[in-house]
């Protein structure tokens, strides 16, 4: 009706990501796969584990798992390559007015080389092999995170003033490569990351739709309908990260 406002729920990813996610890989920070032999060195016997912090103990996998995929694709233990470190990061290339105008808005930004990098890519085997092994030599020069509609025209209209690239982030699976920093772009770039618009703004119970910021992930969403008696009825493999 307009005339009272539902406190904002906050996001279920922090603006550090990294605090929740692996900056290197996908899912978790606490969660992951251990590979344990149960038999001896001269008799290995391997099984691997599903571990996670919610666990009361880790999970193993089917025992059959693990000479399936030493058969039928190669795995082996003594083969396993460990990630590089946090890498370098790229200089920002920075746009003094936009800065400055950006400063004097009241979104929150950041210039910190991992703030970076986590919206320079997405999940991809080629995205992870490079996080795990190599660089990327363009990222992306500030992380903005508006909070609403307002936020995210204002910005725009920053990006349009002073000819500054905006390139938008949702949940970061990103496997068509569209947060992908051209090598050659010599504008400053400005990530846009929406995780912080993800505010149900109303259902309309006749109609059976929606209006939901665009940073909302899938299962906040479907939770949030659920307590309504709603279900949006698609469950994709990245639910837990994915927006909508």
Partial sequence: ???????????????????????????YEDSGFVLNNLGTEQHPKYVL???????????????????????????????????????????????EGFVNDLKNTSMTFSFEGMDRLFRAHGHTLHDIALLRGGQFLRIP???????????????????SKYNVAVVPIGGGTNVIGAVDCKRDEQRMI?????????????????????????GIIGKDLEDRLQKRGYTTGHEPDSYEFSRY
Avoid at 64 to 91: L, M, N, R
Avoid at 190 to 214: F, K
């Fill in 190 to 214: 400005v990530s846009l990351d929406t995780s912080q618009m993800n505010q149900i703004l109303w259902i309309d119970d006749g109609n059976l739709v929606a209006h939901v910021e665009s």
């Fill in 49 to 95: 584990l599903s571990v996670a912090a919610a666990m009361k103990s880790p999970a193993q996998i089917s025992h059959t798992f693990y000479d399936w995929a030493c058969t039928i694709i190669g795995v082996h233990p003594e083969k396993k390559k460990d990630p590089q470190g946090e890498p370098s990061y790229p200089e920002p290339i920075l746009n």
């Fill in 1 to 27: 009706t307009g005339d009272k406002v539902a406190p904002k729920i906050p996001s279920s990813i922090p603006k550090k990501r990294q605090e929740l996610l692996r900056w290197n890989g996908w899912g």
């Fill in 141 to 159: 020069d500030v992380v903005v995170w508006p909070e609403c509609h307002s936020h995210v025209e204002e910005l725009v209209a920053l990006a």
